[in-house]
């Protein structure tokens, strides 16, 4: 005999969910059967963001990040933003951090994400010949590598830096040193030792 | 200066996925910027298995477990269940953990909540007069009571229990104690006091 089981488009929709990052089968089922037991408008509404997701928002050709489709993007249409500065960042996530901290006002430039032999990740995948096409428009004096600090980050960062001194443009990197109000049992060897060699005078 | 902030349908489908239960205003944003990484495939698919939630599951008028519209419930159309027991939970997810245990094959009658005089649940809210219809109906000779053991679920299987008994239709309730595979240590004392008190001669 047959196990018992939810009707096909609860267990479709459960199927669906469950390939999202960071929902398993347990929260899959939670969400489908919150999801019928609120009624007739939650899931639709739902349904109906997701659809304008794919058919409303593209990836600015200029700089990487998202826009509307028949919008100019947010960032590159904004005149107060200086030219002469841009920060390269692997993903448009990244952007957003960046901003909220207040501490940079220029162009960004998303790169999609980082060079990575192991999964196959050539400088060709990466948005690189257009950033060197844009530093030499803007024209941009200065590029910021926003880029984590593993292995894959840091080659990325030495290829670009690398084709960016060719170009003679100034290249730069973020810091690297204790994050802000953590003590140091909360820091692990490496970044300790970046922070003493980056220390300051105060 | 306005803050930067993501495209309008993005920041919408982050406002729907973060009013679900579990998923909070960070893990949503990774959900999107995900099905935004995955191109144009992932998020229409979703999107079209919660239209067809909404539009094709129902509720089974008679036992209250969901089925799918135009066909019988997979539960009050199989003929090989037992029609004299009556097993009642409180919402369909039940339903299936019991079917998943093995240890019953009889009708279940989901209720839909329980009693929460705070929450404005009233008998009327529940599928109670139902219940008593289908018991007389089937005709049942038992009816088992497997609600939760909170103060709620008391309330709710001492108010059932008492119309049943005046039907005079036997009740039951699941046994209360110590959980498969668990030791002393991870048992409250609330448990342990009613292992005790249901103690079994071995």
């Given at each position: 005999m047959a196990a018992l089981e939810y009707p096909a488009p609860i267990r479709q929709l459960i199927w669906q969910l469950k390939s999202?990052?960071?929902?398993g089968p347990r929260s899959a089922e939670r969400l489908v059967l919150w999801l019928l037991s609120?009624?007739?408008?939650q899931a639709p509404q739902l349904a109906d963001a997701l659809k304008a997701l794919g058919s409303s928002v593209e990836m600015?050709?200029?700089?990487?990040f998202y826009s509307e489709c028949g919008t100019q993007c947010a960032l590159c249409s904004d005149?107060?933003?200086?030219?002469a500065v841009v920060c390269v960042v692997e993903q448009a996530a990244d952007v957003l951090r960046l901003e909220r901290s207040g501490a940079f006002r220029g162009q960004y430039h998303v790169l999609g994400g980082k060079l990575s032999p192991l999964d196959n990740v050539?400088?060709?995948?990466?948005r690189i010949a257009p950033l060197l096409h844009r530093v030499r428009d803007l024209p941009a004096e200065e590029v910021i590598l926003?880029?984590?600090?593993d292995v894959e980050g840091e080659a990325t960062a030495n290829y670009i830096a690398d084709l960016l001194r060719r170009a003679e443009i100034k290249v730069t990197r973020l810091a690297q040193g204790m994050p802000a109000?953590?003590?140091?049992?909360?820091?692990?060897e490496m970044t300790l030792f970046r922070a003493l060699e980056g220390r300051r005078t105060i």
């Open positions: 999202l990052p960071g929902i609120t009624g007739a408008t600015c050709e200029a700089c990487g005149d107060r933003r200086q030219r050539t400088p060709e995948d990466l926003a880029l984590s600090s109000g953590g003590g140091l049992d909360h820091v692990d």
